[in-house]
T-cell receptor, first 116, second 115 residues
């Protein structure tokens, strides 16, 4: 079974500061990993995904994430936070192959607050 | 058009009511999904349709009945729900379900309250 663990249910940063949201995965096979963002009263939007093509993945809105197999991590970063980045962020994993096509498993989420 | 449209946005129903949630996309996607999201929790997969056939049912109670009339539409029929079924119901679509790495496009959800 696959799972992801997000460390820290709440992260607070100042505008212009580095954003670091942590995600560790557990998977017996090479995983596909994703970061989604959810703004209040909205659905989820894909920020970026890892599919084994490159370990450093660049996404939308200036976010990027690095896949580190040795640490089983896929942390999300952004060099400079903007007020509009305030939202809830979900790390997610799906299985490459097998009979679980379409099954995306989400972490518990991290709420990002950005202070002026 | 990159939108997934869900109706209604809000729904209040009694435990004896029958209601339906609707989802529509016009991106030509052949996979559609229902997720349930309780307050302050992550989304949990309920159903996956691939090419209009049910491919995954995550042991969802029979009071939830999905239907995919065509490749653009996905319904979730609700009957005899319990108060603990109150949640945000999210519909999503993707181009197809083949590799497991597909990008999901989510609707804004239907906020359901069961009294």
């Amino acid at each position: 079974a696959q799972s992801v663990t997000q460390l820290g249910s709440h992260v607070s940063v100042s505008e212009g500061a580095l954003v670091l949201l942590r995600c560790n995965y557990s998977s017996s096979v090479p995983p596909y990993l994703f970061w989604y963002v959810q703004y209040p009263n909205q659905g989820l939007q894909l920020l970026l995904k890892y599919t084994s093509a490159a370990t450093l993945v660049k996404g939308i809105n200036g976010f990027e994430a690095e896949f580190k197999k040795s640490e089983t991590s896929f942390h999300l970063t952004k060099p400079s936070a903007h007020m509009s980045d305030a939202a809830e962020y979900f790390c997610a994993v799906s299985r490459a192959g097998g009979t679980s096509y379409g099954k995306l498993t989400f972490g518990q989420g991290t709420i990002l607050t950005v202070h002026p | 058009d990159t939108e997934v449209t869900q109706t209604p946005k809000h729904l209040v129903m009694g435990m004896t009511n029958k209601k339906s949630l609707k989802c529509e996309q016009h991106m030509g996607h052949r996979a559609m999904y229902w997720y349930k999201q309780k307050a302050k929790k992550p989304p949990e997969l309920m159903f996956v349709y691939s090419y209009e056939k049910l491919s995954i049912n995550e042991s969802v109670p029979s009071r939830f009945s999905p239907e995919c009339p065509n490749s653009s539409l996905l319904n979730l029929h609700l009957h005899a729900l319990q108060p603990e079924d109150s949640a945000l119901y999210l519909c999503a679509s993707s181009q197809e379900v083949v590799q497991g790495n597909e990008k999901l496009f989510f609707g804004s959800g239907t906020q359901l309250s069961v009294l």
